[in-house]
Antibody, heavy 116, light 107 residues
Framework: QVQLIQSGAEVKKPGASVKVSCKIS????????IHWVRQAPGKGLEWMGG????????IYAQTFQDRVTMTEDTSTATAYMELRSLTSEDTAVYYC?????????WGQGTLVTVSS | IQMNQSPSSLPASVGDKVTITCRAN??????LDWYQQKPGKPPTRLIY???SLQSGVPSRFSGSRSGTNFTLTINSLQPEDFTTYYC??????????FGQGTKVEIK
């Protein structure tokens, strides 16, 4: 059974950075495409970016291009998403998603609250 | 690429057949998935590649395409189906694009 376990909730001040982790088990990490999606309170799903295993490229949404970095540690099968220069509008639940053709799995979500 | 999902709200009753539509502003082939999201939970994939039913998903869910219009159909709504649905287009070039979401509500 594939599992994605994300790091715990975070509270950050405006201007700070946050790094969310996503540990994957139950499937070959190197065969999964991993993406990050966020959801502000009461809002829809917003794609932030991801790594496409077929292309070997990381692509970021234009909205986040300048202040997000997505990395992975294959030795621990963990993906990371760092978002910088936080504002109150970044308050949201952040999800990681790992997929291959026939299946897609999501982490439980990490609530990031940005407040002074 | 933009995905225009409609309606945003869909009142329905148990046993109804409902359809949700996503329209792409350009050709996207069959690269369209449908997700269900229950409150406080991550999304779960129902349909991938326009019409392939995800393993374990009830057969009352189905997907289809006509040109750049994609449809999710739920036959005989069950109580657990009253929640929010999203379409998702994935592109190796432009990334992911979600529809705005459709909330299926009790009439």
């Amino acid at each position: 059974q594939v599992q994605l376990i994300q790091s715990g909730a975070e509270v950050k001040k405006p201007g700070a950075s946050v790094k969310v982790s996503c540990k994957i088990s139950g499937y070959s990490f190197s065969e999964l495409s991993i993406h990050w999606v966020r959801q502000a309170p009461g809002k829809g799903l917003e794609w932030m970016g991801g790594f496409d295993r077929e292309d070997g490229d990381t692509i970021y949404a234009q909205t986040f291009q300048d202040r997000v970095t997505m990395t992975e540690d294959t030795s621990t099968a963990t993906a990371y998403m760092e978002l910088r220069s936080l504002t109150s509008e970044d308050t949201a639940v952040y999800y990681c998603s790992a997929s291959y053709t026939f299946a897609a799995y999501w982490g439980q979500g990490t609530l990031v609250t940005v407040s002074s | 690429i933009q995905m225009n999902q409609s309606p945003s709200s869909l009142p329905a009753s148990v046993g109804d057949k409902v359809t949700i539509t996503c329209r792409a502003n350009q050709g996207v082939g069959n690269e369209l998935d449908w997700y269900q999201q229950k409150p406080g939970k991550p999304p779960t994939r129902l349909i991938y590649a326009t019409s392939s039913l995800q393993s374990g998903v009830p057969s009352r869910f189905s997907g289809s395409r006509s040109g750049t219009n994609f449809t999710l159909t739920i036959n005989s709504l069950q109580p657990e189906d009253f929640t929010t649905y999203y379409c998702l287009h994935q592109s190796n070039y432009s990334g992911w694009t979600f529809g705005q979401g459709t909330k299926v509500e009790i009439k």
